[in-house]
């Protein structure tokens, strides 16, 4: 592996590494952006027309935190997210490495690096010696004297912060080339065209449609779910906070930090306006719409299929997939996120997760909802 440091343009780069910093969950206002990035879509290589989602490898393998960070920085540096996270991924498996320089906190590699962008001590403030973990302070003012940056808004900028690493690659990327040349400004983060092509590889797996034939109303659906991936653990019953009305439920997070299957899906579902019900058994029943009992049902807005198959022609995004469907431990409920993925709050995820239904319990039934083409 290449290792190069300056002062001004070219950052350090570290090997892939794994490490087990997590950045602190993700406040209301950045839940917010990431719903707002997955809806309405960012436009990523500038020579392409079309808006490019985070597709379900980048959902499954990005933590909702690091992603949100993603999209934050390369609005900010007018770049693509999906290189900056390609990056995040080569460098420290998105802060969950556990190689030396990634982790622990405060570690240096032996090429130098550290944090979990791993940059050079000099690259990240100039002045500060190969091989040191540089100090907090405040961000740097040009880049000739480094790309310390402030990510999150406190007036500092500390290597070990994941907002504040995160925003320094996109500047370092920015200012050398990005978002007109990425190969060039990729060779700057680390100076080895195998590096540039795994990077631009990996981004173009992170890229694609969300929730692919999803409607608009699904979309505002499964973006509230992802965004709120890994901000739950799992607990059945009081404080979990089971919403009010819908416009409750859209005006507001949810309080506190736990979840059960059918909190999850009935917040989803409000966005788009729906009160699926309190419990999984009023969900099986949509909400007072179906009667009660395992026999296939359907109405104008909603269908019910009973048994372990999908409906005819697959699931849609945002189905609802039952695993029984009585109240409590003896009933569970998942949303289909697509592409294989459901996304949930499960006992066995520890809380609110997305994983692949295949491998899982054998679904009991199904319900869909009729929704909208817009949100």
């Not at 609110?352 to 491998?359: F, Q, W």
Request: a neutral charge; aromatic letters at 8%.
């Amino acid at each position: 592996m290449w290792w190069v440091m300056s002062t001004g343009s070219v950052a350090a780069r570290a090997p892939v590494a794994r490490h087990g910093l997590r950045a602190s969950l993700i406040g209301t206002a950045s839940l917010v952006l990431l719903i707002v990035v997955i809806v309405g879509g960012i436009v990523s290589w500038p020579t392409r027309p079309a808006s490019y989602l985070p597709s379900q490898v980048a959902v499954a393998d990005i933590p909702a935190d690091y992603l949100v960070l993603y999209q934050q920085a390369a609005a900010r540096y007018g770049i693509d997210w999906a290189v900056l996270a390609a990056i995040g991924k080569l460098e420290c498996d998105h802060g969950r490495s556990r190689a030396p320089g990634c982790n622990p906190p405060g570690s240096v590699n032996e090429a130098g690096a550290t944090g979990p962008m791993q940059f050079l001590g000099p690259t990240w403030r100039a002045g500060t010696s190969l091989g040191a973990v540089p100090g907090v302070g405040p961000p740097t003012g040009t880049t000739g004297e480094g790309y310390a940056t402030d990510g999150d808004g406190d007036g500092l900028a500390d290597v070990w912060n994941p907002a504040d690493a995160i925003a320094a690659a996109a500047r370092l990327l920015q200012a050398n080339g990005a978002p007109a040349d990425y190969r060039r400004a990729v060779f700057a983060f680390n100076p080895s065209d195998a590096y540039v092509d795994r990077v631009l590889a990996k981004a173009e797996e992170y890229r694609g449609a969300f929730a692919p034939g999803a409607s608009g109303s699904a979309k505002a659906v499964l973006a509230w779910a992802v965004s709120h991936v890994g901000r739950y653990t799992y607990n059945l019953g009081p404080p979990t906070d089971r919403g009010g009305a819908v416009q409750d439920m859209r005006s507001r997070e949810p309080f506190g930090s736990t979840c059960d299957c059918s909190m999850f899906t009935r917040w989803a579902f409000a966005q788009a306006g729906i009160d699926v019900g309190l419990t999984t058994s009023t969900q099986w029943t949509a909400n007072g719409r179906l009667p009660a009992g395992d026999t296939p049902q359907a109405t104008a807005g909603v269908t019910r299929g009973v048994g372990g198959e999908p409906p005819p022609g697959g699931y849609q995004p945002a189905d609802l997939i039952f695993f029984g469907v009585d109240d409590g431990p003896s009933g569970h409920v998942a949303l289909w996120l697509g592409d294989g993925q459901i996304v949930q709050c499960s006992s066995s995820g520890g809380g609110s997760n997305i994983r692949p239904l295949a491998g899982y319990a054998a679904p009991t039934g199904w319900v869909r909802w009729r929704l909208a083409s817009a949100g």
